[in-house]
């Protein structure tokens, strides 16, 4: 099984996502947790190159290097980890590209929607969660954060986010799952693993 989480930044899915590796490893488990971009060695170095503020870089190289580094991490970490039995829990994944690169940057949809199939390789999540807090809410809990460059694109840029996350969501109703992430952590952890058929998850049926 294949779990994603999105959400513009300070959404708290690093957060959510600990609480629920925890949940589920607790429940005799085995999970894989990651994040994107990273989650390999030649994955942070991409990580590094896009997130330093040291070069400027077009939409389209850092669609390029989101898609180069999506590739490697499915062919060498999610693929064998799902034929090994174990659930994968990931910190973003190509719905971020969709949003980021092309509602925020303003690439068209198709062309990235196309190269993110070509990445993840016939991978696609089974649930995803995005973690949906307005843009007020964003900020506020990003003040005392050092922030990265795709972070400092400014609000409209991140108004832009919340809208796509939206358009996505309702568009894939099958695997979106939204959940108000303005609360306390342990009560979106609960409205999570409330969400997440755990029975049925042990029962291999998923
Ligand atoms: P990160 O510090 O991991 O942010 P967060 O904790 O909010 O996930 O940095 C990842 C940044 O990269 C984040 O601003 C979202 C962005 N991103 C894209 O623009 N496109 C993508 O395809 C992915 C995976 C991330």
Redesign the pocket.
Known sequence: MFITFEGI?GSG??TQIKLLVEYLTSHGLKVVSL???GGTDFGEKIREL??SKEFELSPVT?LML?EAARSHLVANVIKPALSDGNIVVS??F?D??TV??GYGRGLPLEPIMICNRLAADGIVPDITFYLDISVDTSEQRSLAKDK?R??SSGNLFFEKLRHGFNELSEQNPDRFVIIDASGDRMSTHNTIIGRLNLNSIMSGIE
């Open positions: 930044d899915k690093s994040r994107e971009p896009l997130l850092e989101f910190d973003r190509y971020s590209t980021y690169q990265d795709i972070e």
